[in-house]
């Protein structure tokens, strides 16, 4: 009978899996339950020992987990994709249309490089950041993603950010 190539994938996985674990073991050696337990020397007599102290090795799944859980918010990739831009200090200038500077100041600070889509929703790329409708950057939130940009709404009204030209 011939198997799929899911099936082959998964026997794969499982065979890496297992000669890891034999490996392990092997190497490192086999640690959990001892087969005398305290419950069977004498009341007050220490077990009696012959030969060198063995030292318990720790196995690769005990350092895997001193090493922790990365929590799920965190995007390991983010911080290689982008360097964030040095902070700019804005001059205070008298008011004559705040809104269109808040709009023109986050068009000119935030770079649309691509757009994804599928059924379960919407994306673009800003500044080599991916950003999902409904999620905030530079104070203002993605509203909506269309073939040609992105729609950010927030304190100076919304904002559209185009596609750069193919050439």
Do not use: C, W
Not at 56 to 64: D, E, K, N, V, Y
Not at 66 to 71: A, I, N, R, T
Not at 127 to 132: D, P
């Amino acid at each position: 009978m011939a198997m799929s190539r899911e099936r082959k994938i998964y026997a794969a996985v499982l065979l890496v899996a297992g000669a890891g674990l034999a490996a392990d073991r092997a190497f490192l050696g086999i640690s959990g339950a001892r087969p005398v337990q305290a419950a069977e020397f004498p009341s007050g007599q220490p077990p009696e020992r012959s030969g060198p102290i063995a030292i318990a090795t720790p196995t690769l799944a005990s350092r895997l987990k001193l090493v922790g859980d990365v929590p799920r918010t965190v995007d390991l990739l983010e911080a290689t994709l982008q360097r964030l831009p040095a902070p700019v200090e804005a001059e205070v200038q008298p008011v004559r249309d705040q809104a269109a500077d808040l709009r023109g100041q986050f068009a000119s600070s935030h770079h649309l490089s691509a757009l994804a889509s599928n059924g379960r929703g919407a994306n673009a790329l800003i500044n080599g950041r991916a950003v999902s409708i409904g999620e905030e950057i530079g104070g203002y939130v993605l509203t909506e993603v269309t073939r040609e940009g992105a729609v950010f709404s927030g304190p100076g009204g919304t904002v559209e950010l185009k596609l750069p030209q193919a050439r």
